[in-house]
C-alpha cells in the first residue's frame, strides 16, 4: 500500500477558528487530492495538487484553502471554520498515466 | 464536464445471491480511466480496479467482475455469491486525462449483505 498518512485523526473546533489539515505521502506521486464525505454526497472533491505549487479548485472549494510546497506534503486549510465544513476528510496521492489513487485514513472534523 | 453517477443508493441482498452495482459516466475526454473503490465500515478506502477507455475487455477476479461498455458508458460490478464480508459502501471513480486529472466519484452504492 501507498505511503500516505493524514494528521489530525480526529478534530474539534470552535466556529471562527482557522484549521490546517496535513496530508503527508511517501510515493513521490504527482497527484495528490483532498475531497470531503457527507452522508448522502459520496466525496467529493475540494481541491487537488498535479505538482509543487500548482493547485486548481474542485467542485466544493469555497472556504477552502490549500498549498503545497514540497512533493510529499499536501495541507489543507479552513480559513474560518464553518458547521457546514463538519465533515470527513480525505486526502490521496497518485501517480500519473490514470493510475489509481490512494486514500489516507481520513480525518473527522467536527466544527462546533 | 465529467459525472459520474451511481442510481443505487442503498442495495440489501442475502447472502450467496449475486449482486450488480451500477456506474454511469460522461466525459467528452477519449482518454479517461474509470475505478471501483471500497469502503467498508472501518472506514479506509480501497482501490479494487482500473480500466482505462481504449480496454473494454471484461475482468474477472475471483467473486468479482466488472463489466466496461463504452457504447452504454457503463462501467458495472458483480459480486458473484455474495458474503457478509463484502458490505461496504462501493464508489465508481473517473479520471480524465485529456485536461485536468481530477478523479471524480459517484455518490456510492451502499450494499447490505443479510446473512
Known amino acids: 500500500d501507498a505511503g500516505i498518512t493524514q494528521s489530525p485523526r480526529h478534530k474539534v473546533t470552535e466556529t471562527g477558528t482557522p484549521v490546517t489539515l496535513r496530508c503527508h505521502q511517501t510515493?513521490?506521486?504527482?497527484?495528490m487530492y483532498w475531497y470531503r464525505q457527507d452522508p448522502g454526497h459520496g466525496l467529493r472533491l475540494i481541491h487537488y495538487?498535479?505538482?509543487?505549487?500548482?493547485?486548481d479548485k474542485g467542485e466544493v472549494s469555497d472556504g477552502y484553502s490549500v498549498s503545497r510546497s514540497k512533493t510529499e506534503d499536501f495541507l489543507l486549510t479552513l480559513e474560518s471554520a464553518t458547521s457546514s465544513q463538519t465533515s470527513v476528510y480525505f486526502c490521496?496521492?497518485?501517480?500519473?498515466?490514470?493510475?489509481?489513487?490512494?486514500f489516507g485514513q481520513g480525518t473527522r472534523l467536527t466544527v462546533v | 464536464a465529467q459525472k459520474v453517477t451511481q442510481a443505487q443508493t442503498e442495495i440489501s441482498v442475502v447472502e450467496k445471491e449475486d449482486v450488480t452495482l451500477d456506474c454511469v459516466y460522461e466525459?467528452?475526454?477519449?482518454?479517461?480511466?474509470l475505478f471501483w473503490y471500497k469502503q467498508p465500515p472501518s472506514g479506509e478506502l480501497v482501490f479494487l480496479i482500473r480500466?482505462?477507455?481504449?480496454?473494454?475487455q471484461n475482468e474477472i477476479s475471483g467473486r468479482y467482475s466488472w463489466n466496461f461498455q463504452k457504447s452504454t458508458s457503463s462501467f458495472n460490478f458483480t459480486i458473484t455469491a455474495s458474503q457478509v464480508v463484502d458490505s461496504a459502501v462501493y464508489f465508481c471513480?473517473?479520471?480524465?486525462?485529456?485536461?485536468?486529472?481530477?478523479?471524480?466519484f459517484g455518490k456510492g452504492t451502499r450494499l447490505h449483505i443479510l446473512p
Open positions: 510515493e513521490n506521486h504527482r497527484y
Open positions: 495538487s498535479y505538482g509543487v505549487k500548482d493547485t
Open positions: 490521496a496521492s497518485g501517480g500519473t498515466g490514470g493510475t489509481e489513487a490512494f
Open positions: 471513480a473517473l479520471r480524465a486525462t485529456n485536461r485536468d486529472d481530477k478523479i471524480i
Open positions: 480500466r482505462n477507455s481504449f480496454d473494454e
Open positions: 466525459t467528452r475526454d477519449t482518454t479517461y480511466y
